[in-house]
């Protein structure tokens, strides 16, 4: 599959953005979303074909909007790559458990952010 639409996800600015300038730099078009909420609506109508998702947020976590996209049969298709500060083995453990396709911690570097896309493909 060839990657074209990137949805990045997280409710901290200064993070969006930087993935979002790396992603964009690297020729993807991107999308953005600053909640849980907002990923699993924008998942169905856009169709990204990978999800950036942060695991700490309002209202909806990302753990929540990666079971709600995998379990919708429009979405459930699409890659998520978990990028995250929480790096203990339960969380690992419970992302993979959610069938996530990547898990990158925070803090991480472009080539790390470009390789879990990449792997999505």
Same mark, same amino acid.
């Given at each position: *599959?060839? !990657?074209?639409?990137?949805?990045i996800?997280?409710?901290a600015?200064?993070d969006?953005?930087?993935?979002? &300038?790396?992603?964009?730099?690297?020729?993807?078009?991107?999308? $953005?979303?600053?909640?849980?909420?907002?990923?699993?609506?924008?998942? &169905?109508?856009?169709?990204?074909?990978? !999800?950036?998702?942060?695991?700490? *947020?309002?209202? *909806?976590?990302?753990?929540?909007? $990666?079971?709600?996209?995998? #379990?919708?049969?429009? $979405?459930?298709?699409?890659?998520?790559?978990?990028?995250?500060?929480?790096?203990?083995?339960?969380d690992?453990?419970?992302?993979? *458990?959610?069938?996530?396709? #990547?898990?990158? $911690?925070?803090?991480?570097?472009?080539d790390?952010?470009?390789?879990?896309?990449?792997?999505?493909?």
């Amino acid at each position: *599959m060839a !990657i074209q639409k990137v949805l990045i996800v997280d409710d901290a600015r200064p993070d969006l953005m930087n993935l979002e &300038k790396i992603v964009s730099g690297a020729g993807y078009m991107t999308l $953005t979303a600053t909640s849980g909420i907002q990923a699993v609506e924008i998942s &169905k109508a856009q169709l990204p074909d990978v !999800i950036l998702m942060d695991v700490n *947020m309002e209202q *909806m976590d990302g753990f929540a909007a $990666t079971r709600a996209i995998g #379990g919708d049969a429009a $979405t459930k298709a699409i890659p998520v790559v978990l990028v995250t500060s929480k790096n203990q083995k339960a969380d690992r453990v419970w992302a993979q *458990m959610l069938g996530v396709k #990547g898990y990158v $911690t925070k803090p991480y570097t472009p080539d790390q952010i470009l390789g879990a896309i990449k792997a999505c493909a």
